[in-house]
């Protein structure tokens, strides 16, 4: 995607942005592979990466989560990647002018696998496949879709055998 956004537009017109994100002060930051490979790539097409920490152990951390956490409610947003991508928007907000194009490639893993890759979950739990589970029952099972579907009344239990 990036090779063909500068072939378009030539790199000068291009920025780029990454999370790096530390969920605990016991495992550090999370990401550092992903943000190496996207240093190099950028690096290679003479890019600007911008890292933006997304750092839970700072106090900061409740202070912006309090500013969000209503609106995330009245929209039963409870998945704490919701946050991540607030605070990713913030950034390209305050940096960015209003004629910019943005272009999200986060996720992408979940055009293939719904998302279920990265075993990175609330549950502390051994077996990374059990924790994948407890992804998607987040993801899918207590979701906005499925809450709906008990509310409207139009819920329906399917058995195979």
């Known amino acids: 995607v990036l090779a063909t956004l500068c072939d378009i537009h030539g790199p000068k017109k291009i920025r780029a942005v990454i999370g790096r994100f530390k969920y605990s002060t016991k495992s550090g930051v999370n990401n550092n592979f992903e943000i190496e490979r996207a240093k190099k790539i950028t690096d290679y097409f003479k890019v600007p990466l911008d890292i933006v920490d997304i750092d839970y152990t700072d106090s900061e951390y409740l202070s912006f989560w309090n500013d969000i956490r209503e609106e ?90």
């Open 72 to 161: 995330f409610k009245s929209n039963q947003l409870y998945a704490l990647f919701s946050y991540n991508f607030f605070r990713l928007a913030s950034f390209i907000n305050q940096n960015s002018d209003k004629d910019d194009a943005v272009f999200n490639g986060e996720i992408s893993d979940g055009v293939h696998n719904f998302g279920f890759s990265q075993s990175l979950t609330v549950l502390d739990h051994p077996s990374l496949e059990f924790r994948e589970y407890s992804d998607k029952m987040a993801s899918y099972l207590y979701g906005p879709t499925f809450l709906n579907t008990i509310l409207n009344g139009s819920f329906v239990t399917i058995l195979f055998f």
